[in-house]
């Protein structure tokens, strides 16, 4: 499995960005998917979740400005942002976790910087 992040960039505060994450292989229907973040220096937080039957969760910092989505049809999970704030500046991670094996997948990251 691999998954390949695209979307970010630099963004005024107050800005919007919309991340995507495309995904190969054959497990992705059974597998719950979600985006998690990280700064230099501190621990990769969870930013949302989507799992495989519909659930969504959201970080309650981005609860009301973030959408997570996904499509199975086209293997892909893509995550809106609205009103960025600087806080949100981070490396965007997407994962996926196998509903059959239990492993976690993860992406390369894209870089979303918010400028103030």
């Known amino acids: 499995v691999q998954l390949q992040a695209s979307g970010g960039g630099l963004v005024q505060a107050g800005g919007s960005l919309r991340l995507s994450c495309a995904a190969s292989?054959?497990?992705?229907?059974?597998?719950?998917t979600a985006w998690y973040r990280q700064v230099p220096g501190k621990q990769r937080d969870l930013v949302a979740l989507i799992t495989w039957l519909g659930t969504i969760d959201y970080a309650s910092p981005v609860r009301g400005r973030f959408v997570i989505s996904r499509d199975n049809s086209k293997k892909t999970v893509t995550l809106q942002m609205d009103s960025l704030k600087p806080e949100d500046t981070a490396r965007y991670f997407c994962?996926?976790?196998?509903?059959?094996?239990?492993?976690?997948?993860w992406g390369q990251g894209t870089l979303v910087t918010v400028s103030s």
């Open positions: 994962s996926l976790r196998s509903g059959t094996s239990g492993r976690t997948y």
């Open positions: 292989g054959s497990i992705f229907d059974n597998s719950d």
